[in-house]
């Protein structure tokens, strides 16, 4: 299956969006098309060999709408030229509501104020004197208000033609009806001067003025929730400094860059590309990217990704990874494709957008014959049918959901939190069970020295002597022994003149000095001579708790025990307290012995530890969870935890871990830290709450305008909707839903 994004132009509310989804959905090969109206973009899913690039344009295209693929390497070009075409069309559309506005406020005056208030107005146009002149000049103005908002009539009458009604053919025929019927009074004045009270040329005109602010405030608002994705598009530099191999500098393009190729980054400049730092030590800043917000110290033979701000030193890095496979690319990507992923919970909303703006135009026309059957006249029908049809907000059905998405998932990006999809972040919020791997997701994932038991020598003086020891061995326990050393300046003691390796038993050294030293097991050192019932009671009591005492002994004495072990992470027993406070079952999952796994989950506060479990397995658990009525989140590191992770209703990969975990996964946490597991649910019950909340209104104002507008309070109250009340109504009805989803971005996770 080919995966691809599409810009789609043309788009103006949910109903526009929802005949592109279904048009395109019709094509055979099609596995997935969802639009998001706040993005303006489509993701598709099809079988290249069943339809082609061409035949999905050309349907978009006959549906009335433009459609262009989004190519990666021309995204950030693509990126800013639409930006800077929206930020012309922006002030295009402000300059020219402000006309439409002054001109309203003057069909205004002149419609409601002489008729209702007895506003002054000059004889010539008076209303009783000539009315002829007065509704002449109300039609100028209509005409020249209609002329600013033309682009609802050519989209919505387009629209029409075909067959894929939306919100700009409601406004259009609304308002057409409206002028059409005034048009007729203006010509019947001459021998009815009494009809001048049917004009309804300010109704007409004054729709589309309100409807064009509403939709220009809505388009402010719409481009707010798409700041996550243009800043991470921004991150990446458009130059790099390269480093030719004779050792001069030059700048060159981002993209003429490849693997293997070495640049300089200097002070406060953007890294370009992954890569490794093969020279320099410095600050990077990688906040934009993981949420960190203190700078990493990078020196040789770090990791560096593009995109993040070298703040100090001098790094020359080797790039690793070039377009679409850099960690920045694929964030982006990530993003966007959880954006363009709907929520579950969005299905209702999608399925009445579908059918809206027929059913609408349906009740507009029954309600208008209903009051002729009625015996009213023909112009309070013509109200009822415009102001049904410019009430109706198929937009605030389409935003609701979208736009909530858009912003979480920005919010949950900058927090270093990427989520995969819509679904992911709704079933989120259901997780009861947390199932976390221990190595690598609750430890640090490698060994650390934890105790140093000294028994004929200073504790400093073993350190430094096991250090010295170890540090001919590749051994993980060895290496951890040597990095505790290091932390504590640089290893002492007497140089080793013989080393030998003892597979699994431990190490045997000659020092320079004369001295024989041992390292490893109790079996070791008692075949070698050594009496070891010193060590028995701490070498037991640390195994129990799953550590690894490494027995050390000099010349057959024993000198002492340094223990390793995989620790906890320091986050760890927090970030568990937070899960149970949100009301989760925490449950600890190992292929490690019991003693090390019971150990762990003692310091971290889970309530179960499963342990002795192979990879396979791990699966079989988390179904069972699911068996029993469990909404499951998994959260694991590694290549084993992969399946674990599938099977989960919600897979959460820590960032630092495998490929094949990150790909397995709903949700990746790239600072590495357990404590964004809990941030993850909060900013999944924040984000579907606030769906709702955009639903319950979108439905609600709907529901409770239509028959309003209908004239259904009319028989009790005498109460009848302007068209231009309606108007106004609808668009604040869109521009509530986006700013509503907006609140998320000031949200603390």
Same mark, same amino acid.
């Given at each position: 299956?080919?995966?691809?994004?599409?810009?789609i132009?043309g788009?103006?509310?949910?109903?526009?969006?929802?005949s592109?989804?279904?048009v395109?959905?019709?094509?055979?090969?099609?596995?997935?098309?969802?639009v998001?109206?706040t993005?303006?973009?489509?993701?598709?899913?099809?079988?290249?060999?069943k339809?082609?690039?061409?035949?999905?344009?050309?349907?978009?295209?006959?549906a009335?709408?433009?459609?262009?693929?989004?190519?990666?390497?021309?995204r950030?070009? +693509?990126? +800013?030229?639409?930006e800077?075409?929206?930020?012309?069309?922006?002030?295009?559309?402000?300059n020219?509501?402000?006309a439409a506005?002054i001109?309203? !406020?003057?069909?205004?005056?002149?419609?409601?104020?002489?008729?209702?208030?007895?506003?002054?107005?000059? +004889?010539l146009?008076?209303?009783?004197?000539?009315p002829?002149?007065?509704?002449?000049v109300?039609?100028?103005?209509?005409?020249?208000?209609?002329?600013?908002?033309?682009?609802?009539?050519?989209?919505?009458?387009?629209?029409?033609?075909?067959l894929?009604?939306n919100?700009?053919?409601?406004?259009?025929?609304g308002?057409?009806a409206?002028?059409?019927?005034?048009?007729?009074?203006f010509?019947?004045?001459?021998?009815?001067?009494?009809?001048v009270?049917q004009?309804?040329?300010?109704?007409s005109a004054?729709?589309?003025?309100l409807?064009?602010?509403?939709?220009h405030?809505?388009?402010?608002? +719409?481009?707010?929730?798409?700041? =996550?994705?243009?800043?991470?598009v921004e991150?990446a530099?458009?130059?790099?400094?390269?480093?030719?191999?004779?050792?001069?500098?030059?700048?060159?393009?981002?993209?003429t860059?490849r693997? !293997?190729?070495?640049?300089?980054v200097?002070?406060?400049?953007?890294?370009?590309?992954?890569g490794?730092?093969t020279e320099?030590?410095?600050?990077?800043?990688e906040?934009?990217?993981?949420?960190e917000?203190?700078?990493?110290e990078?020196?040789?033979?770090?990791e560096? *990704?593009?995109g993040?701000?070298?703040q100090?030193?001098?790094?020359?890095?080797?790039?690793?990874r070039?377009g679409?496979?850099?960690?920045?690319?694929?964030i982006?990507?990530f993003?966007?494709?959880?954006q363009?992923?709907?929520?579950?919970?969005?299905?209702i909303?999608?399925?009445?957008?579908?059918?809206?703006?027929?059913?609408?135009?349906?009740?507009?026309v029954?309600?208008?014959?209903l009051?002729?059957i009625?015996?009213? %006249?023909?112009?309070?029908?013509i109200?009822?049918?415009?102001?049904?049809?410019?009430?109706?907000c198929?937009c605030?059905m389409?935003?609701?959901?979208?736009?909530?998405?858009?912003?979480?998932?920005?919010?949950?990006a900058?927090n270093?939190?990427?989520?995969?999809?819509?679904?992911?972040?709704e079933?989120?919020?259901?997780a009861?069970?947390a199932?976390?791997?221990?190595?690598?997701?609750?430890t640090?994932g490698?060994?650390?020295?934890?105790?140093i038991?000294?028994?004929s020598m200073?504790?400093?003086?073993?350190?430094a002597?096991?250090?010295?020891?170890?540090?001919g061995?590749?051994?993980?326990?060895?290496?951890?022994?040597v990095?505790r050393?290091?932390?504590?300046?640089?290893?002492g003691g007497?140089?080793?003149?013989?080393?030998?390796?003892?597979?699994?038993?431990g190490?045997r050294?000659?020092m %320079?000095?004369?001295r024989?030293?041992?390292?490893?097991?109790?079996?070791?050192?008692?075949e070698?001579?050594?009496?070891?019932?010193?060590? %028995?009671?701490?070498?037991?009591?640390?195994?129990?708790?799953?550590?690894?005492?490494?027995?050390?002994?000099?010349?057959q004495?024993?000198?002492?025990? *340094?223990?390793?072990?995989d620790?906890?992470?320091k986050?760890?027993?927090?970030?568990?307290?937070?899960?149970k406070?949100?009301?989760l079952?925490?449950?600890?999952?190992?292929?490690?012995?019991?003693?090390?796994?019971?150990?762990i989950?003692r310091?971290?506060?889970?309530?179960?530890?499963?342990a002795?479990?192979l990879?396979?397995d791990?699966?079989m658990?988390?179904?069972?969870?699911q068996?029993?009525g469990?909404t499951?989140m998994?959260v694991?590191?590694? *290549?084993?935890?992969a399946?674990?992770?599938?099977?989960a209703?919600?897979?959460?990969?820590?960032?630092s871990?495998?490929d094949i975990?990150?790909?397995?996964?709903?949700i990746?946490l790239?600072?590495?830290?357990?404590?964004?597991?809990?941030?993850? *649910?909060?900013?999944?019950?924040?984000?579907?709450?606030?769906?709702? %909340?955009n639903?319950?209104?979108?439905?609600f104002?709907?529901?409770?305008?239509?028959?309003i507008?209908?004239g259904?309070?009319?028989? =009790?109250?005498h109460?009848?909707?302007?068209?231009m009340i309606g108007?106004f109504?609808?668009?604040l009805?869109s521009?509530f839903?986006?700013?509503?989803?907006l609140?998320?971005?000031?949200?603390?996770?």
């Open positions: 299956m080919k995966h691809e994004v599409y810009l132009e788009m103006h509310c949910a109903a526009c969006s929802a592109v989804e279904r395109t959905r019709k094509l055979s090969g099609v596995a997935r098309s969802d998001n109206l993005t303006n973009k489509m993701t598709i899913e099809y079988d290249e060999s339809v082609t690039p061409d035949q999905i344009m050309g349907k978009v295209e006959k009335g709408f433009h459609a262009s693929p989004v190519v990666e390497g021309e950030k070009v +693509k990126e +800013k030229a639409q800077n075409e929206e930020q012309k069309t922006f002030r295009r559309e402000r020219s509501i402000v506005l001109l309203s !406020g003057v069909l205004l005056y002149l419609s409601m104020g002489a008729m209702m208030f007895g506003a002054p107005l000059p +004889k146009i008076g209303i009783a004197s000539h002829v002149n007065y509704a002449a109300q039609m100028l103005l209509a005409i020249i208000i209609i002329s600013i908002g033309r682009r609802f009539y050519i989209s919505g009458f387009r629209a029409l033609r075909h894929n009604p919100m700009d053919s409601l406004v259009a025929i308002s057409s409206a002028f059409l019927y005034s048009f007729v009074v010509f019947l004045l001459s021998d009815h001067p009494q009809m009270h004009l309804y040329f300010e109704s004054i729709v589309v003025t409807v064009s602010l509403g939709k405030m809505e388009a402010g608002s +719409k481009r707010k929730t798409t700041g =996550a994705i243009r800043k991470l991150l530099p458009d130059t790099a400094v390269f480093l030719q191999e004779n050792g001069t500098q030059r700048e060159v393009p981002v993209k860059l693997v !293997g190729d070495t640049v300089l200097k002070p406060g400049a953007r890294i370009p590309l992954d490794v730092v320099g030590t410095g600050g990077v800043d906040s934009m990217l993981t949420g917000s203190l700078p990493v990078k020196a040789a033979g770090s560096v *990704i593009g993040s701000i070298n100090n030193g001098l790094l020359k890095v080797r790039i690793t070039t679409a496979d850099t960690t920045l690319a694929k982006i990507r993003v966007e494709d959880a363009g992923k709907k929520a579950p919970i969005s299905k909303a999608d399925r009445v957008a579908g059918v809206f703006v027929p059913i609408v135009m349906g009740i507009a029954f309600a208008a014959v009051w002729l009625a015996g009213m %006249q023909l112009s309070f029908a109200q009822v049918f415009t102001a049904v049809l410019v009430i109706a198929p605030a389409g935003l609701a959901t979208p736009t909530a998405i858009v912003v979480g998932t920005g919010l949950g900058g270093g939190i990427l989520i995969r999809s819509g679904e992911a972040l079933i989120a919020q259901n009861r069970v199932v976390l791997d221990k190595t690598g997701t609750v640090e490698k060994p650390a020295v934890t105790e038991l000294p028994r200073e504790q400093n003086e073993l350190l002597l096991a250090a010295a020891v170890e540090s061995s590749s051994h993980p326990l060895a290496e951890a022994v990095s050393a290091k932390a504590g300046g640089k290893p007497t140089s080793v003149s013989d080393f030998e390796n003892l597979p699994g038993k190490v050294a000659k %320079q000095d004369g024989e030293v041992l390292i490893g097991s109790e079996k070791l050192l008692r070698n001579g050594v009496k070891t019932e010193t060590f %028995q009671t701490d070498a037991s009591r640390l195994a129990s708790q799953g550590e690894t005492p490494l027995l050390i002994a000099v010349d004495v024993p000198a002492g025990i *340094i223990s390793v072990a620790s906890i992470k986050t760890s027993p927090e970030a568990i307290r937070q899960l406070g949100l009301g079952r925490v449950v600890l999952l190992t292929g490690d012995n019991k003693a090390a796994a019971a150990h989950g310091q971290a506060g889970v309530d179960e530890v499963i002795e479990v990879p396979e791990k699966a658990v988390v179904k069972r969870f068996e029993d469990s499951v998994m694991g590191d590694g *290549i084993n935890d399946p674990a992770l599938v099977q209703d919600v897979g959460c990969a820590i960032g871990g495998s975990a990150i790909e397995s996964a709903d990746i790239m600072k590495s830290d357990l404590m964004d597991v809990a941030k993850a *649910i909060h900013l999944s019950r924040m984000t579907i709450q606030n769906i709702k %909340q639903l319950f209104w979108a439905f104002y709907n529901a409770a305008g239509i028959p507008a209908a259904a309070l009319y028989p =009790a109250f109460l009848l909707l302007s068209p108007a109504a609808m668009s009805s521009v839903v986006v700013s509503n989803a609140r998320l971005r000031g949200k603390k996770l």
